[in-house]
């Protein structure tokens, strides 16, 4: 059993940052990349960035410049670096990891619950 849990949304001001983490936990053998979403009500879910066990990163041309995902120091954890937020970044923020939980499976998408970003003065 695989479990996904993503922390460190909260409120932030217009131009303000927040730092979310993820972390992937239990039953793992190899990890072949971590992805942060964002969803706001009604809206269809987002890609945000991508970070491959390779380390090779990709970003939705909205977060380009002022996101950075990154591993964490547990090589199954990564952190998505918000800066200079603005108020269309508001929303549910998703942590998805593809992985495998042994040789013979095969790779399997697990989400998290999600954390809430809010950005508003």
């Known amino acids: 059993q695989v479990q996904v849990v993503e922390s460190g949304g909260g409120l932030v001001e217009p131009g303000g940052s927040l730092r979310l983490s993820c972390a992937a936990s239990g039953t793992i053998h190899v990890i072949s990349n971590m992805r942060w979403y964002r969803q706001t009500p009604g809206k269809d879910l987002e890609w945000v960035a991508t970070i491959t066990v390779a380390d090779t990163t990709t970003y939705h041309k909205s977060a380009k410049g002022r996101f950075t995902i990154s591993r964490g120091s547990d090589k199954n954890t990564v952190d998505l670096q918000m800066n200079s937020l603005r108020a269309e970044d508001t929303a549910r923020y998703y942590c998805?990891?593809?992985?495998?939980?042994?040789?013979?499976?095969?790779?399997?998408?697990?989400w998290g619950p999600g954390t809430q970003v809010t950005v508003s003065s």
């Open positions: 998805a990891v593809l992985l495998r939980t042994s040789v013979t499976t095969s790779v399997t998408n697990y």
